[in-house]
Structure formats: C-alpha cells, structure tokens
C-alpha cells in the first residue's frame, strides 16, 4: 500500500513541476513593415530556463524560419496567421498567434507556350499564393481562371492577352497584358498540285507528294470533281479556273485543302495580263504584267480589300491562301482581262522577334498604346543601354542610348505619330538583348 501511495504522489508531483513549467515561459513578438517586407521581432519571457529555440510559420507557402528574429516578405496581399513557438533549456514550450495584414500593392505578370500542332496556349501565372484569384483574357474571345490555364487558338496570329491578379480578401489587384504571337503549323497530311496543259483545254493534274493511303477529292472549277492523284481533265471553254485539291490521311483523320489558279488554253490575246507578288509578313505586293501606261488596273485581295494600279500592295490580317484577281482594260488596244491566281501568305512577325524579356526584367505598359508606352527595366549592374523602336517589317523608326547606373528605370517613348499595328522594342547592352511587341491603336 505504502508503494501505491508513493506512485500517486509522484504522478502528482510530475504534473505539478509540468504545469508550473508551461506557465513559466511565454511567446510573443512584434512586427513592422516596409514594402510588404516584415520585421518580426521575439518578446517572448521565460523564467524556466534560457530561451534556445524559435519556429516561425509566416502563414502562407514558405518554409518556417528558426531565427530568432526573422524578416519575411510576402508577394501577395492579404490576412496571414504568423505564429511562434519557443522551447527553453528546461523543456518549457509556448506558442502566440496573430494575424497580419498585408496591403501594398501586387504585381501580376505570365509565362505562355504555344504549342505549334494544336495551337493550344498553356499559360502559367504569377505571383503564387493560396489567397490569389487569377483571371484570364486570353484575347481571342476565350477566358480562363487559375494560375496555370490553357486555351486553343484556331488560328495563327497575335493575340492580346491579359492577366488580373488579386488576392481573395479584396484587398489589391494588378492586371498584367502582353502580346503573345500563335502559330500553327502546316497539317502533317498536306498536299499541293501542279498540272500540264496539254493544248485544246486538256489539262494533266498530278498530286505532289502521292501517299499511297491518303485520298483525294478534285474541284476542278468548272463544276466537276474526280478522285486520282493523277487525272487528266478536260475544260469545254477556254479560261482561268479555281482548283481545288482536298487531301485525307484516313489514318489520322487529318484533312487539308490547297487551291491554285489554271489556265485552260484559249485565254489572253490582245489584251493580256497576269500579276507577280511579293510576300513580306503578310504585307504583299503586287505588280501587273505587263505594266502599261495606256491601261488601268483594278484588284481584289481575296480577304475583301480592293485596289487599283499597276503596282499595289494589301496588308493581310490573317495567314492563308487568298483569291486575287486583277482585271486590266487596254485603252489603246480597246480590250479587257481578268486573271485570277491563289496567293499563299505567311506572318510570322517581326524580323527580329519577341525575346528573353526576363534579361532585363523588362515589361512595357500601356499596351495596347495610343500617345506614349513607357519602358520599364533593371540593370544588374552599371551598362550603356540602346533603347531601338522597330516596325513591322523590321525598319528601325527611332533608336537612343543611355548610361545607366544599376537598379530600376523607366524610359519614355512617344508612339503619338505610329500607325495603327504591331511594333517592337528592343533592349540591348553590349552582351544582353530583350525585346518587347507593342501594339499601337
């Protein structure tokens, strides 16, 4: 019994000593701010052994901290729980919470990449956090939620994409816009024609390449069609017509359609004429054959622009395949043609293209821009800078150079005189370029 006794009292004596030694130390600290940088500063007591130990948890994705006096910094706005425990020499543990509110401003901004087959656009937002709403715009009509997010484009071109940013307390909120350029590549089962005029409206047709499992669907223009890769056709009238050729891997399912312009013999005369064009970028240029003095020309572009002259040029919007006929009337000779041919355009941007902003952490706002865009970037260190504005077709319209010490900077180009359309600025230094694609209203 004197045992039993002796156990109990012991026990008693074990939470005693426990108790008193919980109550014997308290955490707490202190906090400011500058920037959404937090000092924490520990004003935790003991009277139970020296303090030896510090856990911080901060409240959002970073590993806590073991300092006793730790400064965290948060890229996202909003109420975040801070806690601290303590652990003396004597085992006495405490833990203090609080919250915090963090209220400066955040900054949104993306990465994409454009996957050339599908066109399908995965995007991935910043800052991360678990307080962050993202919404997407991703210029084409579609919208998007998350910080990472993906979206399909149905065509080549650029688009205008923009980002907002903003923490789930209501407290800030950025939008971040960029140019992201998209572009899809050929279908892999893609085939072109040529044909053989053989005299008096007989024309040989012959698939380029021939895949012995792909199929084939002829137009031939003049409301007939057929099905070989190699066909041999006959036009009751002389003239130009549309061809077309529809190509299908029964494989894939991949389907393609190239068209061109033939020339049935009997056409032209007197009065005849064709055209040459000239590709840059989706600008094109066109010149009449023959160009005369005593003859006036009119076009259509096959996208519903039309122009007159010899020489003409069409800006088109969207890579593809393009109809364009031009009709001549002869004064001298009292006569008229048309001639029509299918034209193929390619835009892929400008010359020198969109790259490596992250080298300068280089951004530009507004865009799109109307009067001015202001340059913003950083320096590592101390560098001669060239700041060079670039057109569409890669003509360098203005250029300057700075002497900048390391740090942040901002540089203001006035844009009030460009045309409507896409431009480039470029950033470089003696090793490093950036560049940027602004779109002027």
């Not at 500063?41 to 856990?55: L, P, R, V």
């Not at 307080?131 to 065509?155: I, K, L, R």
């Not at 650029?158 to 050929?186: A, E, H, K, N, R």
């Amino acid at each position: 019994m004197k045992k039993y006794y002796s156990i109990i009292a012991i026990a008693i004596l074990f939470v005693c000593f426990t108790k008193s030694a919980k109550s014997a130390c308290t955490a707490n600290f202190t906090s400011s701010n500058v920037a959404n940088v937090f000092d924490f500063t520990d004003a935790s007591t003991s009277s139970s052994g020296s303090i030896i130990t510090w856990i911080w948890t901060f409240g959002d994705l970073s590993a806590p901290s073991t300092l006793q006096n730790p400064s965290h910094s948060y890229d996202v706005c909003g109420v975040y729980e801070v806690s601290l425990t303590i652990g003396t020499s004597l085992f006495c543990t405490n833990t203090y919470s609080t919250t915090i509110t963090v209220n400066s401003g955040m900054t949104g901004s993306f990465t994409s990449m454009i996957d050339t087959t599908t066109g399908v656009g995965a995007f991935t937002g910043s800052p991360i956090g678990l307080n962050v709403n993202y919404a997407w715009d991703f210029g084409d009509g579609n919208t998007g939620t998350g910080a990472a997010a993906s979206n399909t484009y149905a065509a080549s071109g650029t688009y205008y994409v923009c980002l907002t940013v903003s923490d789930t307390g209501g407290i800030c909120t950025d939008v971040f816009c960029d140019s992201v350029v998209v572009y899809i590549s050929t279908p892999s089962c893609s085939s072109t024609f040529t044909y053989t005029d053989n005299g008096s409206g007989n024309l040989t047709f012959q698939v380029a390449p021939v895949v012995i499992t792909d199929t084939y669907a002829w137009d031939y223009g003049d409301g007939t069609t057929g099905t070989l890769p190699f066909s041999l056709h006959t036009y009751v009238t002389a003239g130009t017509y549309y061809v077309c050729l529809t190509t299908t891997d029964p494989l894939t399912s991949c389907t393609s359609t190239f068209c061109d312009s033939v020339v049935a013999a009997g056409t032209g005369g007197v009065c005849s004429v064709s055209y040459t064009y000239i590709d840059v970028n989706g600008i094109v240029a066109f010149t009449a054959i023959p160009p005369s003095l005593t003859s006036t020309y009119t076009w259509t572009f096959g996208d519903g622009n039309t122009g007159t002259g010899a020489v003409t040029t069409n800006t088109y919007a969207v890579e593809g395949n393009y109809y364009v006929c031009v009709t001549m009337i002869d004064s001298f000779n009292s006569c008229t043609d048309t001639y029509c041919d299918s034209i193929v355009t390619n835009i892929t941007g400008i010359g020198i293209m969109e790259n490596d902003a992250i080298n300068f952490n280089l951004s530009v706002y507004p865009n799109p821009v109307t009067n001015n865009v202001t340059v913003s970037y950083e320096l590592l260190q101390s560098a001669l800078i060239n700041i060079e504005l670039f057109d569409i077709i890669g003509n360098k319209i203005s250029t300057s150079s700075l002497l900048q010490t390391s740090g942040k900077h901002q540089t203001i180009i006035n844009t009030e005189l460009l045309s409507q359309g896409a431009y480039l600025i470029k950033l470089s230094s003696e090793n490093r370029n950036s560049s940027k694609l602004i779109i002027k209203k």
